[in-house]
């Protein structure tokens, strides 16, 4: 059974411009969730999706956004780069509900220049 | 506004020997805690869930307990390997629906 798969792994951005990140869930996962880790801040939680609803949103300038399609795939966008944003994004999906045990892609590596 | 420490930041250990990680969080009344390992670069790989009903859960080397009321979890490994060494995050969810929050991680590293 494949895992978790995001797309791409690694992204080179300048300030101000926008950038779009996809993640594919474990087949049958209908739960996925979208995560920021920086050095300092750690793992902060951006937000959830479920049968393309947002069921849960973290504290996040309205500049990130995402949506999910009815194959359960998802992205993440992020508009009006900032320097700030340099980060790894880690996508994880579960079977159903988000506290089922979730299981996490190898991330995109997102540096802003 | 959940809370979760983990301490120390860093750990270096002999192989073989048996160690426990700790995690702290601050609202003891939290539905689920779980930890995840991660290796340099990498995602995050689940290690064991525990539900707040449980005391403690167990999988080969490794068992997990869970004190609520003192906002509490430990990571027990037994018989550290050198591929032991990854950092170890907690994570707690305080709801069904809600967010997961993690800590920061302990860094561990066993030496052969």
């Known amino acids: 059974k494949a895992g978790v798969t995001q797309t791409p792994r690694y992204l080179i951005k300048t300030r101000g411009q926008q950038v779009t990140l996809s993640c594919s869930p474990i087949?049958?996962?209908?739960?996925v969730s979208w995560y920021q880790q920086t050095p300092g801040q750690g793992l902060q939680f951006l937000f959830e999706?479920?049968?393309?609803?947002?069921?849960n949103k973290g504290n996040f300038p309205g500049r990130f956004s995402g949506r999910q399609f009815s194959n359960s795939r998802s992205e993440m966008n992020v508009s009006t780069l900032e320097l700030g944003d340099s980060a790894l994004y880690l996508c994880?999906?579960?079977?159903?509900?988000?506290?089922?045990?979730?299981?996490f892609g190898p991330g995109t590596r997102l540096t802003v220049l | 506004k959940q809370e979760v420490t983990q301490i120390p930041a860093a750990l270096s250990v002999p192989e073989g020997e048996n160690l426990v990680l700790n995690c702290s969080f601050t609202d003891s009344a939290i539905y689920n805690l779980q930890w995840f390992r991660q290796d340099p670069g990498k995602g995050l790989t689940s290690l064991l869930l525990i539900q707040s009903s449980q005391r403690e859960q167990t999988s080969g080397r490794l068992n997990a307990s869970l004190d609520k009321s003192s906002g509490r979890s430990t990571l027990y490994i037994a018989a550290s390997q050198p591929g032991d060494s990854a950092t170890y995050l907690c994570?707690?969810?305080?709801?069904?629906?809600?967010?997961?929050?993690f800590g920061k991680g302990i860094t561990l590293s066993v030496r052969p």
């Open positions: 087949s049958g996962h209908r739960s």
């Open positions: 994570a707690v969810r305080t709801g069904a629906n809600s967010k997961l929050t």
């Open positions: 994880a999906s579960s079977w159903d509900r988000a506290s089922d045990t979730q299981y």
């Open positions: 999706y479920f049968s393309e609803t947002q069921r």
